[in-house]
């Protein structure tokens, strides 16, 4: 008879779910929109008690309409069932679109109930390979939600006299991004969290005893190595939200030189993660967007041609009108966030900054006088300084856009423990992609320059984690990690030495089968410079960088042997000056050789008909002048230079398997070097 009547609920609760969302399960815990028959307090007390009794409790915030009371509660359908025999003015349940301010006005008492449940349901390795290193204001190593990943051990800071304490708030906020993403998305369910990292933090700022400006490259790298030192065989994604006032406009500072020596290893030839924050606009031009972005120029040390330069993005696109009568959002959904900077007014050679956008939130403007007002239903929620106090803190802008970025680095780390930091940041990269909203500035995109104007707005677009990770049967992801040796020594002449060569193991027979059908080619290839940030004395306008890479790829109609002869031909070319007017094989590529070679990192991707593709079976790296060439006496011309190669495709229809064939053949060699001729 119990179980009868309480099937009855259940089918009741079926019965008023008006959500486009699917229904949850009967155990499953979401943020529910209760909405009641008719106004007024009374209706909200007999339903708090029926809630009571069912073994939940409504949140504290009310929105009236003509006949309808909505109120807001975290609990399972069974509870919602349960408390359905108790009142009979329901009329409609949805699932409710929570946001910060929904947990941030609980009481602290709500909060820590709150926490509890969640750690109830955390889990995470003994012993993790991965950290996410955040180098900022310190952290509170006791907030209950940092504690199972934060030891004591793993708190440290570059001055003894500071401590490693978070006074401040904003390191703890980061750590606390990087651990768990927005904490929103966390507490709105209630599956089991398995953490894959653990977490470091190493205070590298105190604002009331700063650093002096020529110590920041010090400093950095300083707090690296007590990272480093404290655990020296674990990964790490460093993540620093630090930057100063200085807009070099794209030309190496001594902070961003020292980060570049630090992540390619030049004094230890230890390679290094490290994500920096593209800085934030001024908040008096956010009204402004999209322009306040591109006028403020990233700044230092994001500069840095080796580190992954992080931006914001926004999906927060909704306010609710009670609360905010007549105010607008700054940016649209999927657009750059209006607090992110950008390198849309440096010129070339310098690299595209940031080369991602990641959830920074977003801001809307004040009726009152137009300027652009932060807002807690359009932040992230993340971990507060003093857990006694509350355990919840907003976070936004292109430090929370940064700590996201570090916390998807880290989770790769920690999959793929065998791929270097220049993979990582391949990947990220590589998984990329424009929203519409962002294209919609530049358009039409039909211009080498139009295209550079968006890189320089958004990079490559927003990351997408789960296409980072993995490879599905229509979305086939290849990765090579390979070394070279660039440049070589005839007589007293120093020449560029040899071409590498990639044999991709394509599906050629399930390709040619889908003959016309549309397929995408994706090439991204990352590798780390050595820097050398003297701006005069040199001979050439571009010898910033030890070495540049470039890669090409085989042309439909071109034999092995024809593409080796077209590659050849291009590195004699580009023996001086980096040559910028090589085209190469621009034919359908999204961006083009002269584009996508701007920095350590280049990204571009092709579409053609299946056919096609199955010919397109070889890739070249091959490298370009750099100062390892130019100024051989310093004795570094014979060094090896090593890079990560990710490679792309992807078939409309899921049902198309290419991911089986090649798996098959990738026990085979994929790469050869071969000699430049000619030299």
């Keep these: 008879m119990v179980e009868s009547i309480e099937a009855v609920h259940l089918a009741a ?33 007999t339903l708090k008690s029926a809630a009571r009794v069912a073994g939940f409790s409504l949140s504290n915030e009310r929105l009236y309409f003509p006949e309808r009371t909505v109120v807001t509660a975290n609990c399972t359908k069974r509870q919602i069932s349960r408390s359905l025999r108790f009142v009979n003015s329901v009329a409609e349940l949805r699932h409710a679109k929570v946001t910060a301010a929904d947990f941030l006005d609980l009481s602290p008492r709500d909060q820590y109930q709150l926490t509890s449940d969640m750690l109830a349901r955390v889990s995470m390795s003994d012993s993790p390979t991965a950290a996410a290193c955040i180098l900022d204001t310190g952290v509170t190593q006791g907030h209950p939600l940092l504690a199972p990943a934060l030891k004591p051990s793993d708190c440290q800071s570059v001055r003894e006299e500071w401590g490693s304490n978070d006074p401040h708030g904003h390191g703890t906020e980061m750590v606390g991004l990087s651990l768990y993403g927005n904490l929103v998305d966390v507490l709105a369910t209630s599956g089991p969290i398995q953490l894959e990292h653990c977490l470091e933090s190493v205070k590298i700022y ?258 997408d984690f789960t296409r980072a990770c993995w490879s599905a049967t229509n979305h086939l992801t290849l990765v090579a990690q390979d070394s070279f040796q660039p440049y070589k020594k005839e007589e007293s002449t120093y020449k560029t030495k040899a071409i590498n060569y990639h044999n991709l193991p394509w599906p050629t027979a399930v390709l040619r089968d889908l003959r016309g059908t549309l397929v995408k080619l994706r090439v991204t290839l990352s590798y780390f410079i050595e820097p050398n940030p003297a701006r005069r004395g040199w001979k050439g306008r571009y010898r910033y960088a030890s070495h540049a890479l470039r890669f090409e790829v085989q042309t439909p109609t071109e034999t092995k042997e024809e593409f080796k002869r077209r590659v050849n031909s291009a590195a004699r070319e580009e023996e001086e000056d980096e040559n910028q007017g090589y ?97």
Excluded at 20 to 40: K, M, N, Q, Y
Excluded at 305 to 311: E, F, P
């Design 13 to 45: 609760v079926e019965a008023l779910w008006t959500d486009s969302t699917p229904l949850p399960t009967d155990d499953e815990s979401i943020w529910w929109e209760i909405w009641i028959r008719g106004e007024g307090e009374a209706l909200v007390d």
């Design 206 to 463: 105190n604002e009331n005893d700063p650093n002096p400006p020529h110590l920041y490259g010090e400093v950095t790298i300083r707090g690296v190595q007590l990272a480093e030192q404290a655990a020296p065989h674990r990964h790490r994604a460093i993540g620093m939200a630090v930057t100063a006032s200085d807009e070099e406009k794209g030309q190496p500072s001594t902070w961003s030189a020292a980060i570049d020596s630090l992540t390619s290893g030049y004094h230890d030839d230890k390679r290094r993660l490290l994500l920096i924050s593209a800085g934030n606009t001024p908040d008096a031009h956010w009204h402004e967007h999209p322009s306040s972005c591109q006028s403020s120029s990233v700044q230092d040390p994001g500069q840095s041609w080796n580190a992954l330069t992080v931006g914001a993005s926004t999906q927060f696109a909704s306010l609710p009108v009670e609360r905010y009568p007549d105010w607008l959002l700054v940016a649209s959904k999927g657009d750059v966030s209006p607090f992110s900077r950008t390198s849309s007014n440096w010129q070339r050679p310098w690299p595209l900054k940031p080369e991602i956008v990641v959830e920074g939130g977003n801001c809307a403007i004040d009726p009152v006088d137009g300027k652009g007002r932060t807002v807690d239903e359009l932040s992230l929620l993340t971990t507060y300084r003093t857990p006694t106090v509350r355990a919840f803190s907003l976070s936004a802008m292109t430090s929370a856009a940064t700590a996201l970025a570090v916390r998807y680095a880290a989770i790769l780390q920690a999959r793929y423990p065998d791929f270097w930091p220049e993979t990582i940041r391949a990947l990220l990269v590589h998984s990329a992609e424009w929203t519409d909203a962002m294209k919609k500035h530049f358009l039409p995109l039909n211009t080498r320059e139009q295209k550079e104007k968006l890189l320089r707005y958004c990079g490559y677009g927003n990351p």
């Design 583 to 679: 085209q190469g094989d621009a034919a359908d590529w999204e961006l083009g050789p002269q584009l996508r070679h701007l920095g350590s990192i280049h990204s571009d991707w092709w579409e053609g008909t299946a056919a096609e593709l199955a010919n397109r079976n070889m890739i070249a790296v091959y490298p370009v002048v750099g100062w390892w060439r130019e100024r051989h006496h310093l004795g570094r011309w014979n060094k090896q230079a090593r890079y990560s190669l990710v490679v792309t495709i992807q078939t409309p229809s899921e049902e198309v398997d290419i991911y089986t064939p090649v798996q098959i053949q990738i026990s085979s060699k994929v790469s050869v070097e071969i000699p430049i001729d000619g030299d």
